[in-house]
């Protein structure tokens, strides 16, 4: 069964942060991933998850300075005590607002000198994350993002980041597969879904190459929703795509998998 969060990162975007969840809502979604509360104290968050009903299924921790171009700190061996930092606060937000997963970013890389030390940094941070998090009894996300959009990112394609999750030797330690990324690094998407079943515990979903509503572009997301359901995936997809325009004028694609309000 599809199962679809929005994503209040992207979604709703024409209203302020805490409005938009009123409006996932009102729109059928029953649940909402978004990347960083912390402009907002748990209460606040939890109030509005609350009043609507929704559940939460993923967070992002803290990932750095965004506007400067930060993307994480856990594979930067300078950014240890940053690193650390954030996930505490991650695992309050998360433990605090019931959801059950937090990703936490690798970092951009690119010109760090030693890449050897860039994976050290990064099995170090990531164990210290699968450790507190286990205790938390939540799950780490780690997701390979597209070369075009994040140059220099430490994770871009699917199978590194599944040797490097081999490696770590953590259970509580999966993808978190983007579509949208994949598709554009990887490929072969049907296949990937099969044969990654297990190893993804969290999925996101774009139109490619625009990113834009999944009902156009190079996918057949028909034919990859029931890929899912077919290996049995019983998680959620979280819609984090740029709408066209209004995000309530560009859910045609999903009413089949929306709460008809009133209904
Ligand atoms: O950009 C994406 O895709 C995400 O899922 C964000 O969490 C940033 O990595
Ligand atoms: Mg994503």
């Not at 912390?38 to 750095?64: C, M, P, Q, W």
């Not at 050290?120 to 993002?145: K, Q, Y």
């Not at 998407?189 to 190893?199: D, M, N, S, T, V």
Request: net charge negative; aromatic share 10%; hydrophobic share 45%.
């Amino acid at each position: 069964m599809t199962r679809l969060a929005a994503n209040l990162s992207m979604l709703f975007t024409d209203a302020p942060f805490l409005d938009r969840f009123d409006r996932a809502a009102a729109a059928g979604f029953e649940a909402v991933e978004f990347l960083f509360p912390y402009a907002h104290s748990i209460d606040e968050v939890k109030a509005r998850l609350d009043r609507n009903g929704l559940s939460l299924t993923l967070i992002n921790a803290f990932a750095g300075d965004w506007a400067g171009g930060e993307r994480g700190f856990a594979a930067r061996p300078s950014k240890t005590a940053e690193f650390a930092a954030s996930l505490n606060q991650a695992i309050d937000y998360a433990t605090g607002l019931g959801c059950p997963r937090i990703h936490v970013m690798s970092g951009i890389t690119a010109d760090e000198p030693d890449a050897s030390a860039c994976e050290a940094a990064w099995m170090g941070n990531m164990r210290l994350a699968a450790d507190r998090t286990a205790n938390a009894g939540l799950e780490v996300s780690i997701e390979p993002l597209n070369t075009r959009d994040m140059p220099g990112y430490f994770l871009a394609h699917q199978d590194a980041a599944l040797d490097l999750i081999g490696k770590l030797d953590r259970r509580n330690v999966r993808l978190q597969f983007d579509v949208y990324h994949a598709q554009i690094m990887d490929g072969d998407i049907i296949r990937r879904i099969e044969r990654l079943k297990g190893a993804y515990g969290h999925v996101q979903i774009a139109g490619v190459p625009d990113r834009h509503e999944p009902d156009t572009g190079e996918l057949n997301y028909a034919a990859i929703f029931e890929a899912f359901d077919r290996v049995g995936f019983d998680g959620f997809l979280g819609c984090e795509y740029n709408p066209r325009g209004r995000t309530e004028d560009g859910l045609g694609w999903a009413a089949p998998f929306l709460t008809q309000k009133g209904a």
